[in-house]
């Protein structure tokens, strides 16, 4: 069976490895996979895409570019034609060409929505026309897969639609660990506590909680550092900020190894605004890292019917602190929980789902 995933690029993004980690999934399960670049050159996942054909079609064409629009479509479009399955990654551009590209050839097209589309939206607030346009092409989907009920959720609220029989979750997984990256045993949270916050600097991720969470855990004599894996646009102002307020934060920007700084860390600190699925969780859930998070959503379905042990009703750093305070009697318990619920979203059992899911009718 034929697959094609159509994305922007290969870059850094959470989209962009989950699209990685599939198609090399399904390309060790037999299928013939093929990812189609639209919007640049960027492969940042050349060792997960060996067995992947990846086409660049950027160079034939260009949004902005009306000229090379016909020339675009006709490349899309054999690749869609030679195709069973066409999978838009994302919206935007993807949607749009994946939606062009199979126009009249009965193919089988599935959108993938990965982010809560109503906050989304709320947030950024999507120029009318693309929203307008994406409505349209999502409403004629019959097959959606998003990654947690909360975004399925979310989606139906932005397209004004009651839940759909053809919209099903599909969970997003995270690679499988190797021997020399498996769980840490159990072991008492050093003092200072680490804390680790993992994704980008930005307004959304509310950074402003970061630091107010280690000045409420000081306030309980609770002594806490915090390192941040990632950069963007609000950088300088956590600098600046927590140098004025003489708290200890590391920055090690964009880089690899975060299984690593996951089992030296003694949790994770998710501030988020609203999160589709919440990739990271998953990561620290895997080496038994223990979690606190603001309700953002989509982590929700991580905690079953312990919610409220990991996420916060009010997006406070008083409220973040009571919860790291709550959870450090219980700091081994809930590592060791965290790292068996992982195994519900293992790399085998969700590829098992998608599998089945391509199958189907085929």
């Not at 973040?320 to 059992?349: C, F, M, S, T």
Request: proline content about 4%; glycine content about 8%.
């Amino acid at each position: 069976m034929k697959i094609v995933f159509f994305v922007r690029d290969l870059g850094l993004g959470g989209v962009e490895r989950c699209v990685t980690l599939v198609a090399a999934g399904l390309a060790a399960r037999g299928f013939d996979v093929t990812i189609a670049m639209l919007g640049g050159k960027r492969n940042l996942w050349t060792a997960q895409t060996d067995s992947v054909r990846v086409v660049d079609l950027s160079s034939r064409w260009h949004g902005k570019k009306p000229w090379t629009w016909l020339a675009g479509w006709r490349a899309a479009r054999a690749l869609a034609r030679e195709a069973d399955v066409a999978i838009a990654a994302t919206f935007l551009m993807p949607l749009y060409m994946a939606w062009a590209a199979t126009l009249g050839l009965k193919k089988r097209l599935i959108g993938w929505v990965h982010g809560p589309m109503q906050e989304l939206d709320n947030f950024a607030r999507m120029n009318p026309i693309h929203r307008a346009a994406c409505r349209f092409i999502y409403r004629r989907l019959p097959e959606i897969l998003c990654v947690s009920d909360h975004t399925r959720q979310s989606f139906a609220r932005w397209l004004g639609l009651p839940v759909q029989a053809g919209w099903q979750v599909m969970p997003n997984f995270v690679e499988a660990l190797s021997a020399d990256s498996a769980p840490a045993a159990s072991r008492e949270p050093q003092a200072p506590l680490q804390l680790l916050f993992v994704g980008r600097i930005a307004e959304e991720k509310q950074p402003h909680l970061w630091l107010d969470t280690l000045e409420a855990l000081a306030a309980r004599s609770l002594a806490a550092e915090l390192t941040i894996l990632g950069e963007g646009p609000l950088q300088d102002w956590v600098k600046s900020e927590a140098l004025r307020r003489q708290l200890t934060v590391h920055f090690h920007g964009q880089i690899g190894g975060v299984s690593e700084f996951m089992r030296r860390a003694d949790w994770l600190l998710l501030t988020s605004r609203f999160e589709g699925f919440g990739l990271v969780v998953l990561e620290a859930m895997q080496v038994g890292l223990p979690v606190v998070s603001t309700d953002s959503g989509g982590v929700n379905d991580f905690f079953q019917n312990r919610v409220n042990e990991f996420v916060v009703q009010e997006a406070t750093g008083a409220a973040l602190a009571a919860k790291i305070a709550a959870q450090l009697p219980q700091h081994a318990e809930i590592g060791k929980w965290l790292k068996n619920r992982a195994q519900d979203y293992a790399l085998e059992v969700l590829l098992g789902k998608w599998v089945a899911l391509l199958k189907k009718g085929h």
